[in-house]
């Protein structure tokens, strides 16, 4: 069993940078594949960023490839998501989950474990 739980959100100017963490309690943390997402009051939860059980593989978004990175350690069941140039459409509650296969990483309804979230606010 996984149990995410982010922190490092916050308030932002526009072009800043911000990084969120996500501590997973459990011994299976590196069984799992691990994805950050974001939800905004309104919408569905939308796929931002991926990482492979070893960390060896990733993938984005369109809209955050290029200014987001995300990566994980293991030994400190931690996964990691490094934000910058920041834009206000990035202001979102933004949740880290764990996903048994990597086949369904932008999927967030195959996602087994989920956090509670934490907010990010980007002011123009």
């Known amino acids: 069993q996984v149990q995410p739980k982010e922190s490092g959100g916050g308030l932002v100017q526009a072009g800043g940078s911000l990084r969120l963490s996500c501590a997973a309690s459990?011994?299976?943390?590196?069984?799992?594949?691990m994805g950050w997402f974001r939800q905004t009051p309104g919408k569905e939860r939308e796929f931002v960023a991926g990482i492979s059980r070893s960390g060896g593989v990733t993938y984005y978004s369109d809209s955050v490839k290029g200014r987001f990175t995300i990566s994980r350690d293991n030994a400190r069941n931690t996964v990691y998501l490094q934000m910058n140039f920041l834009k206000p459409e990035d202001a979102a509650d933004y949740y880290c989950?764990?996903?048994?296969?990597?086949?369904?990483?932008?999927?967030?309804?195959?996602?087994?474990?989920w956090g509670q979230g934490t907010q990010v606010t980007v002011s123009s």
């Open positions: 989950g764990a996903v048994f296969a990597w086949d369904y990483i932008t999927v967030g309804s195959r996602y087994d474990y």
């Open positions: 459990g011994r299976a943390f590196g069984s799992y594949a």
